[in-house]
């Protein structure tokens, strides 16, 4: 029999202007110390959290609506503090910062209260701010859900909208086709956009303007020296002398005015490297942006950007960009300087003598158009034929143990010969390409210098000074280079069109975040409109509304059902196989969530995977905990139950024993010695020193990978560790996809007892001292699936039958052990 649960429509109380009251508060920990009235303990206190661990914020809102409930009887009143956080997103510019009180009256189950957002038109990926419950007054804060984080979604596109039919596209080719212009909103981006960059752009550009000055005031000292200090055969020049009359202390004084700059452009220079430097904050941006991005997109997007494309994009596009695209602007801008420079002094000497100045800007132009498109070219085809080689690279190192099974190692050595020496042409056509165009400034120049030498006794017999003359020569010379410089700075310029384009491909490829606000608007309207009266969020239900069963069976047609799942139940999935239990448990949460399955947003729900995975380049407790340096936290109660779990699984092995102590004691070392650093480094802040420098804390955190200890599990163990994880991670909804189906009789029945303990006592291994009583703990759900053998855990069977048709019955399962009631 299929049932339809329907929920009855009711908007839940809202928070009004006058039952929020300013108040300043501590920014003490939200768990320590909880407040409650007289007459009320601990124990049968009211229990407040957010209603989701993460809210969702268009950027164009304006707002975001940020709900807060209360878990319990709703008897008398309490009151909770609440302020924001910084993230990744920041304060004034990507949010407002709010603190303020809420109240709850008796009855009251939900408050809400908003936060404004700030719109811009610049690229974001979905940055977030947290949101913090702290200083209950009777009342107790969960300690799961006192923090909620607020997802900004901006939809703006890297780096400009202007570029929207283009990136619609996704292709680089279509993006390649706008290179330039795309570098240029990619310039515009970085000055506007990246944190530190605008101000220290500009003063960089001010302070190059020292050097060309300095450089202009040589050219003419030279010219001095040689014209009046050292021509002692004309009187006149006594005249003209620093220090009249005396030629060794006009020298001396010309000496020092070469040598004194110098000491203010050290200066200047150390300024620009040690306060001005902008590549390692434009190369932080993009890369943990697009990290960020990476790591929520979609399926799809995932299959465009593999690994190792990732890889290249992070570890040398990324930096080619930042130093071709950026900042070799400022290279330019000194070049273009000291031309300018040297133009003024030919236009005062020797005006006649201006016509390099005019033929060099034009062949260059007319060089750079000409060969652009096959720079290009010869650029994609040397990219793509490195982009090949890391590609079969990797393959080799994902399918090596199938390869080797088959004995087709040679054959892809073979492979890769051949794609090396494919990649070898491409290098040299680029090669070649670059040393003949190479040559075109240089021997320009030589021919102008040349001309010069040629027709000097011509310039001096015209009123033209030897000095002059000679630092004309010395000066054409040293515009040719620079001109040469300034040729290769636009080829190296032009070099940045392509990582951007490979950059701009995959800062724009759609993400899952979209698709979760809406699974999230759902969700929190259902919860919300669940009752009239205030809800108890313990008794709101889990719906299955109109949801189909995707399965590869041949001839059945996708039958939709309708039911409900109440918290606290264990629910068993029977269907053969490929009937579709797996797509069906995958659609209840994670990136295939569903909107038509409706639960409550505070609850969290996990699906276990099939396939045993591992963090291979971590120990037995960081993967069993799920615990990284970056979280800079370490409870020695967590790491006890999560050793009690594993002894329950039956994973008592004496080197499991001892791989989990070894790898906790090293994890909490170093958090102890990060702690110590972050300490040193808030103390020594406002001198500006630091305990250590960055290479220094990469080498504290990089220590060596740890030995493969789980190659040395059976698959089975491997499989219960799945499950140990899931145990220590402690969802509210347990989903658990063929569990038993591959194990022996007595494991089986393990596993099959702790699941149902997991539901009865809400939770497994929780300490019995614990503050917490098993009323203020959430309800917990095991959702999991099976062949055709019904268990006697079960409340309710759902079976799956070839025909694709659902049924749902409630067992009479024998109370083994005592349920707890639900508040309210």
């Not at 939200?30 to 007289?38: D, G, R």
């Not at 995977?609 to 109660?637: I, Q, T, Y």
């Not at 699941?755 to 809400?762: A, G, I, N, Q």
């Amino acid at each position: 029999m299929t049932h339809f649960y329907q929920p009855r429509i009711a908007m839940a109380p809202r928070t009004s202007s006058r039952d929020l009251h300013r108040a300043a508060f501590p920014l003490a920990s939200p768990v320590a110390s909880q407040e409650v009235p007289s007459g009320t303990t601990p124990k049968d206190a009211d229990v407040v959290q957010f209603l989701s661990k993460v809210f969702f914020a268009y950027e164009d809102d304006g707002v975001v609506s940020i709900s807060v409930v209360r878990i319990g009887s709703l008897k008398g009143s309490c009151r909770i503090h609440w302020r924001t956080q910084d993230s990744s997103a920041k304060k004034d510019l990507k949010y407002i910062h709010g603190e303020d009180v809420i109240d709850f009256g008796p009855g009251e189950s939900v408050r809400t209260f908003e936060i404004t957002i700030i719109s811009d038109d610049h690229f974001d990926t979905a940055l977030d701010f947290d949101v913090i419950l702290e200083d209950p007054e009777g009342c107790m804060l969960d300690p799961r859900l006192h923090v909620s984080r607020v997802l900004i979604i901006d939809d703006d596109q890297f780096p400009s909208n202007d570029f929207e039919e283009a990136i619609a596209e996704k292709s680089e080719a279509a993006l390649l086709e706008v290179g330039f212009s795309l570098l240029w909103a990619f310039v515009c981006f970085c000055f506007s956009h990246v944190p530190t960059i605008k101000w220290k752009s500009i003063l960089y550009l001010v302070l190059a303007n020292l050097g060309n000055a300095y450089y202009l005031a040589t050219i003419f000292m030279r010219v001095y020296l040689i014209d009046t200090v050292l021509n002692v055969k004309d009187s006149e020049t006594e005249k003209k002398l620093w220090i009249p009359g005396d030629r060794t202390g006009t020298a001396m004084a010309l000496g020092l005015a070469w040598v004194l700059p110098n000491v203010v452009l050290l200066a200047v220079d150390f300024f620009e490297m040690a306060v001005l430097e902008m590549g390692f904050n434009i190369r932080y941006h993009l890369r943990v942006n697009l990290f960020r991005k990476y790591l929520r997109y979609t399926d799809e997007s995932r299959a465009l950007v593999p690994v190792q494309a990732l890889k290249i994009s992070i570890m040398e596009d990324i930096p080619d960009l930042v130093s071709q695209g950026y900042l070799i602007l400022f290279e330019l801008w000194a070049m273009l300087g000291k031309i300018a420079m040297v133009a003024i002094f030919i236009l005062q000497e020797l005006p006649r003598s201006a016509v390099p100045l005019v033929v060099y800007p034009v062949l260059i132009i007319v060089h750079l158009i000409r060969t652009h498109r096959t720079r290009m070219e010869l650029m994609a085809k040397e990219g793509d034929g490195k982009s090949a080689t890391i590609e079969c690279l990797m393959q080799a190192n994902h399918g090596y143990k199938l390869l080797k099974a088959y004995g087709k190692l040679t054959t892809d050595v073979r492979h890769f010969e051949i794609l090396l020496h494919n990649q070898r042409k491409f290098v040299m056509d680029l090669k070649s390409f670059n040393f003949w165009n190479a040559q075109l400034i240089p021997w320009i120049t030589t021919l102008v210098i040349g001309f010069y030498i040629g027709a000097s006794y011509h310039l001096v017999s015209s009123h033209v000074s030897l000095g002059a003359l000679v630092q004309t020569i010395n000066v054409v010379k040293d515009l040719g280079d620079r001109f040469s410089t300034l040729v290769s700075g636009v080829e190296e310029l032009s070099k940045a069109v392509s990582p951007l384009s490979s950059i701009t491909f995959q800062f724009n490829l759609e993400t899952e975040t979209l698709h979760r606000a809406d699974v999230f608007a759902t969700k929190k309207n259902y919860a919300l409109n669940f009752s009239s009266a205030a809800p108890n969020f313990d008794n709101i239900p889990i719906v299955f509304q109109n949801v189909k069963i995707d399965h590869s069976l041949p001839d059945v047609h996708n039958v939709e059902f309708s039911t409900h799942i109440l918290q606290g139940t264990v629910i068993q999935i029977i269907g053969p196989h490929d009937s579709g239990k797996g797509q069906l448990l995958k659609k209840i949460c994670g990136p295939g969530a569903a909107e038509n399955i409706l639960m409550s947003p505070h609850l969290f729900a996990l699906q276990v995977p099939h396939e045993p995975l591992f963090l291979e380049s971590h120990g037995l407790f960081e993967n069993l905990h799920l615990v990284s340096a970056a979280d800079r936290h370490c409870d020695v109660k967590s790491a006890e139950r999560g050793l009690r779990i594993l002894k329950r699984l039956k994973l008592d092995k004496d080197w499991i024993i001892r791989q989990h102590e070894v790898d906790a004691s090293s994890f909490t070392g170093r958090i102890h010695s990060l702690q110590e650093l972050d300490r040193c480094k808030t103390t020594l802040h406002t001198l500006h020193v630091s305990c250590c420098d960055d290479e220094e804390q990469i080498d504290v955190e990089a220590e060596e990978g740890y030995q493969a200890w789980f190659s040395q599990m059976s698959g089975s163990e491997k499989w219960r560790f799945q499950l140990a994880r899931a145990f220590v991670a402690d969802p509210h909804v347990l989903i658990v996809h063929r569990p038993v189906d591959e194990l022996d009789d007595d494991l089986k029945e393990v596993i099959l007892s702790l699941l149902r303990e997991f539901v009865d006592k809400r939770g497994l291994e929780i300490d019995e001292d614990a503050r917490w009583t098993l009323r203020q703990r959430r309800p917990r759900t095991v959702i999991f699936s099976t062949g055709s053998i019904k268990t006697s855990i079960a409340d309710y069977i759902w079976r799956i039958s070839e025909e694709g048709v659902t049924s749902v019955e409630k067992t009479h399962r024998p109370k083994t052990l005592k349920r707890v009631p639900s508040l309210g």
